[in-house]
């Protein structure tokens, strides 16, 4: 079965840190750009951060910026979310997603075809 699984999320204190991982399962991540969004309570889904597939070019949305690092170990068919210095804002369900042959990075990324998504992971900053 073609798909990918996240991980990682719960329940953490404002200032903790989570990291969150995209495994894929069925098929190798090695050419798919690489996404992340979030979708809080009655907001619309935001995208996060993405990182090309070569790994070579990363972006992160401002509100986020200095405080998560995206990484991929292709070895391992993972890309990781590293969440650091969290807010309760950044409270939300998280998703992973896959895009073909995507090699570049910026906030058009929310404008890509996506080829697989995960089922998310439920992020909870608060005290």
């Known amino acids: 079965q073609l798909q990918l699984v996240e991980s990682g999320g719960g329940l953490v204190q404002p200032g903790g840190s989570l990291r969150l991982s995209c495994a894929a399962s069925?098929?190798?991540?090695?050419?798919?750009?690489i996404a992340w969004f979030r979708q809080a309570p009655g907001k619309e889904r935001e995208g996060v951060s993405c990182?090309?597939?070569?790994?070579?070019?990363?972006y992160y949305a401002d509100s986020v910026k200095g405080r998560f690092t995206t990484s991929r170990d292709n070895a391992k068919n993972t890309v990781y979310l590293q969440m650091d210095s969290l807010k309760p804002e950044d409270t939300g369900v998280y998703y992973c997603?896959?895009?073909?042959?995507?090699?570049?990075?910026?906030?058009?990324?929310?404008?890509?075809?996506?080829?697989?998504w995960g089922q998310g992971t439920q992020v909870t900053v608060s005290s």
């Open positions: 069925g098929f190798t991540l090695d050419y798919y750009g």
């Open positions: 997603a896959a895009s073909w042959g995507e090699n570049y990075c910026s906030s058009e990324h929310t404008f890509w075809t996506y080829d697989y």
């Open positions: 990182i090309s597939s070569s790994a070579g070019i990363i």
